[in-house]
């Protein structure tokens, strides 16, 4: 089976005004990785990302890809205008696999998710170190 791949002008990493987003977490203080994998669920998944919609918990997997740690990792693709809200799940649904996120870390004013203002350049966010309370099965 042939596949069609869509043709895009990079400026960068992302299509011309886009903007690349890499999402690294690290599972090694986590006691068991979900059998149905670790994800990143957010409002960024439906635009351009190959998610039916937002905030899907079991829609953008990330990889790990290197067998000597436990690192994974998903790129997204956004406009350099959005402002960007997500969670790291260990499973592929909400519940003791989605990630508490320390006060610091919220985007505020009753809202608990991650938050970052993208901008026209392409970002590589710090590795997040993931603690649950529970793992997930």
């Given at each position: 089976?042939?596949?069609?791949?869509?043709?895009?002008?990079f400026?960068?990493?992302?299509p011309?005004?886009?903007?690349?987003i890499?999402?690294?977490?690290?599972?090694?203080?986590?006691a068991?990785?979900?059998?149905?994998?670790v994800?990143?669920?957010?409002n960024?998944?439906g635009?351009?990302?190959n998610?039916?919609?937002?905030?899907k918990?079991?829609?953008?997997?990330?990889?790990?890809?290197?067998n000597?740690?436990k690192?994974?990792?998903?790129?997204?693709?956004?406009?350099?205008?959005?402002?960007i809200?997500?969670?790291?799940i260990?499973?592929?649904?909400?519940?003791?696999?989605?990630?508490?996120?320390?006060?610091?870390?919220q985007?505020g004013?009753?809202?608990?998710?991650?938050?970052?203002?993208?901008?026209?350049t392409?970002?590589?966010?710090?590795?997040?170190?993931?603690?649950?309370?529970?793992?997930?099965?």
């Open positions: 089976n042939d596949t069609t791949l869509l043709s895009f002008t400026g960068g990493a992302a011309k005004g886009k903007t690349a890499r999402f690294a977490v690290d599972m090694q203080k986590v068991s990785i979900s059998s149905n994998g994800y990143v669920a957010g960024f998944q635009k351009y990302n998610a039916s919609g937002d905030w918990p079991n829609e953008s997997r990330m990889i790990n890809l290197f000597n740690n690192v994974y990792e998903f790129i997204a693709i956004v406009d350099s205008t959005d402002g809200e997500w969670k790291y260990n499973d592929n649904n909400w519940g003791p696999g989605e990630e508490s996120i320390p006060t610091p870390c985007k004013g009753g809202n608990s998710n991650r938050f970052y203002q993208a901008t026209s392409s970002v590589v966010f710090l590795i997040i170190i993931l603690l649950l309370a529970t793992s997930a099965t």
